[in-house]
């Protein structure tokens, strides 16, 4: 029995979570857990890392201090940002939040330039995302490129923090949309023309790779425990994939349902034709040669704005409870919107729409909270539509991990709509599946297969049957003609 800990890191909060194997069952248990958040300064919108390093540690001398002498350890958080040390292993900037408005028009201004967008799908399989890598270093400042000795995404660099060891882990850098998916390493001419070289970056790494202990520096002071630090999947939505609780029989699909909402199905190779482009669906490398084929949605961000804006006078099981007291379909907003990306005010934003569009005002904190997941249903439908068409298949069940699984009135409204079976669960699928390549590494579990069957019986999913009736024609008309409306530029 070992003690394994996955530190995961969300765009609002971070955790470490202990897990164990006991008579083939995983038990967890949260040993700390911390707030984040990007802050705005002169303009931009950046990451407080050395703080987010700095808690890292605290967590791991609690883990110490609460009896765990020796664990293994994997690192996971959000994509696509980036840090650049110099030659001495110094960071040469403050790390840019990917909702910093600098990238703004940056894809439009690097195609002009460079290649062209079906060039560069048919190359990496990315979806174009205002903030991917490729677009934040098309932008970034030329001399500070030049004197980047490594180029890490931010897990990467909180290996490099804690190890000494330069990595790049492949789940994450395929967000940077510079991975061709041919010789399955960074394109040299993506890298030409952004003025980088491949030695700026570090050798791939997959999931599963073991990185050896920490450094002396933490390891001689017995405030730690002896970690064993292994590459789990550093993007937490491959550590979230690696978590659902599948079945090998029944054909599924995941929504991976946080501050972002990914739809999307576990694919063996990817889809990179003009149909797959156009749909902006993604081809994100997951643990163990499979492909995320996924569609990124706004997700819970909006109702997470919408609640700070609030003054967070009520929780999310609050204003869910709330929203389903109100009048379905009242308002709706496409959540898919640049305008709803990172707007001075997301409750003034989505009133604005709803203004503009002629519908009824979301005037109180459940009316707000009922549009958002009304709309965020219709997205979801129209993603799995899609998906259905792209890959060909027809899916029996949606797996709903993550945060967004607790949220019993999503949950029906998504079952309903999609008319498929739903199951929620685990909320910490991401802990959860960083955990189980831990254990696959260290040989506690056979295989992927294996460690899904173990998550089912630890965390038995909660399962939603839809209602066909609640996926009212006119409900899809108004939300096409939603669709239709020529978008207004944002109130930030």
Same mark, same amino acid.
């Given at each position: 029995?070992?003690?394994?800990?996955?530190?995961?890191?969300?765009?609002?909060?971070?955790?470490?979570?202990?897990?164990?194997?006991?008579?083939?069952?995983?038990?967890?248990?949260?040993?700390?857990?911390?707030?984040?958040?990007?802050?705005?300064?002169?303009?931009?919108?950046?990451?407080?890392?050395?703080?987010?390093?700095?808690?890292?540690?605290?967590?791991?001398?609690?883990?110490?201090?609460?009896?765990?002498?020796?664990?293994?350890?994997?690192?996971?958080?959000?994509?696509?940002?980036?840090?650049?040390?110099?030659?001495?292993?110094?960071?040469?900037?403050?790390?840019?939040?990917?909702?910093?408005?600098?990238?703004?028009?940056?894809?439009?201004?690097?195609?002009?330039?460079?290649?062209?967008?079906?060039?560069?799908?048919?190359?990496?399989?990315?979806?174009?995302?205002?903030?991917?890598?490729?677009?934040?270093?098309?932008?970034?400042?030329?001399?500070?490129?030049?004197?980047?000795?490594?180029?890490?995404?931010?897990?990467?660099?909180?290996?490099?923090?804690?190890?000494?060891?330069?990595?790049?882990?492949?789940?994450?850098?395929?967000?940077?949309?510079?991975?061709?998916?041919?010789?399955?390493?960074?394109?040299?001419? @993506?890298?030409?023309? !952004?003025?980088?070289?491949?030695?700026?970056? %570090? #050798?791939?790494? *997959?999931?599963? =790779?073991?990185?050896? +202990?920490?450094?002396?520096?933490?390891?001689?002071?017995?405030?730690?425990?002896?970690?064993?630090?292994?590459?789990?999947?550093?993007?937490?939505?491959?550590?979230?994939?690696?978590?659902?609780?599948?079945?090998?029989?029944?054909?599924?699909?995941?929504?991976?349902?946080?501050?972002?909402?990914? @739809?999307?199905?576990? !694919?063996?190779?990817?889809?990179?034709?003009? %149909? #797959?482009?156009? *749909?902006?669906? =993604?081809?994100?490398? +997951?643990?163990?040669?499979?492909?995320?084929?996924?569609?990124?949605?706004?997700?819970?961000?909006?109702?997470?704005?919408?609640?700070?804006?609030?003054?967070?006078?009520?929780?999310?099981?609050?204003?869910?409870?709330?929203?389903?007291?109100?009048?379905?379909?009242?308002?709706?907003?496409?959540?898919?919107?640049?305008?709803?990306?990172?707007?001075?005010?997301?409750?003034?934003?989505?009133? *604005?729409?709803?203004?503009?569009?002629?519908?009824?005002?979301?005037?109180?904190?459940?009316?707000?909270?009922?549009?958002?997941?009304?709309?965020?249903?219709?997205?979801?439908?129209?993603?799995?539509?899609?998906?259905?068409?792209?890959?060909?298949?027809?899916?029996?069940?949606?797996?709903?991990?993550?945060?967004?699984?607790?949220?019993?009135?999503?949950?029906?409204?998504?079952?309903?709509?999609?008319?498929?079976?739903?199951?929620?669960?685990?909320?910490?699928?991401?802990?959860?599946?960083?955990?189980?390549?831990?254990?696959?590494?260290?040989?506690?579990?056979?295989?992927?297969?294996?460690?899904?069957?173990?998550?089912?019986?630890?965390?038995?999913?909660?399962?939603?049957?839809?209602?066909?009736?609640?996926?009212?024609?006119?409900?899809?008309?108004?939300?096409?003609?939603?669709?239709?409306?020529?978008?207004?530029?944002?109130?930030?």
């Amino acid at each position: 029995m070992g003690h394994a800990i996955a530190v995961d890191i969300g765009a609002s909060s971070g955790r470490l979570v202990e897990g164990t194997l006991i008579e083939g069952r995983l038990e967890m248990t949260e040993i700390y857990r911390f707030d984040n958040a990007f802050t705005e300064k002169d303009g931009h919108d950046y990451w407080d890392i050395d703080r987010l390093t700095e808690e890292i540690l605290v967590g791991l001398r609690k883990a110490k201090a609460a009896g765990i002498d020796s664990c293994t350890l994997g690192i996971d958080t959000w994509g696509v940002d980036y840090v650049l040390l110099d030659r001495f292993g110094q960071r040469l900037h403050e790390v840019y939040a990917y909702r910093d408005v600098r990238t703004a028009g940056a894809a439009d201004r690097f195609h002009r330039n460079s290649l062209d967008r079906s060039a560069l799908y048919a190359k990496t399989g990315i979806q174009e995302l205002s903030f991917n890598t490729l677009y934040q270093l098309h932008v970034h400042d030329r001399r500070q490129l030049e004197q980047a000795d490594r180029i890490l995404l931010v897990p990467d660099y909180f290996y490099y923090r804690l190890t000494g060891k330069f990595i790049n882990e492949e789940t994450n850098a395929s967000t940077t949309q510079l991975l061709n998916l041919r010789t399955r390493d960074f394109d040299a001419e @993506l890298l030409g023309a !952004l003025g980088l070289k491949r030695d700026q970056f %570090a #050798a791939l790494t *997959a999931p599963g =790779t073991r990185l050896g +202990g920490l450094r002396p520096e933490f390891a001689d002071t017995g405030d730690y425990p002896n970690c064993s630090v292994i590459a789990v999947p550093t993007h937490d939505t491959a550590s979230a994939v690696a978590g659902v609780p599948a079945a090998a029989e029944r054909s599924w699909a995941y929504l991976s349902s946080g501050t972002w909402s990914l @739809l999307g199905a576990e !694919l063996d190779k990817p889809l990179t034709g003009e %149909a #797959a482009r156009r *749909a902006n669906y =993604t081809n994100e490398w +997951g643990a163990y040669g499979t492909f995320r084929f996924l569609k990124n949605i706004m997700g819970l961000w909006m109702i997470q704005e919408v609640r700070r804006e609030d003054g967070a006078r009520h929780s999310f099981a609050e204003l869910a409870e709330a929203a389903g007291r109100e009048e379905a379909f009242r308002s709706l907003v496409p959540c898919n919107a640049e305008r709803f990306l990172n707007p001075k005010s997301m409750t003034e934003e989505i009133r *604005a729409f709803c203004r503009e569009s002629g519908q009824a005002l979301p005037d109180t904190s459940g009316r707000l909270a009922r549009c958002v997941f009304d709309s965020l249903a219709l997205t979801y439908l129209d993603a799995m539509r899609e998906l259905e068409r792209l890959t060909e298949s027809a899916y029996e069940v949606l797996h709903i991990v993550g945060g967004g699984a607790n949220n019993r009135l999503l949950s029906q409204l998504t079952s309903d709509l999609l008319g498929i079976e739903v199951r929620t669960g685990p909320s910490e699928a991401t802990a959860i599946g960083n955990i189980a390549v831990q254990m696959i590494s260290s040989g506690e579990l056979a295989d992927l297969n294996a460690a899904r069957r173990m998550i089912a019986e630890s965390f038995p999913p909660q399962t939603y049957r839809p209602n066909p009736a609640a996926a009212r024609p006119e409900i899809l008309d108004r939300w096409r003609h939603i669709h239709s409306i020529p978008l207004k530029e944002t109130l930030r």
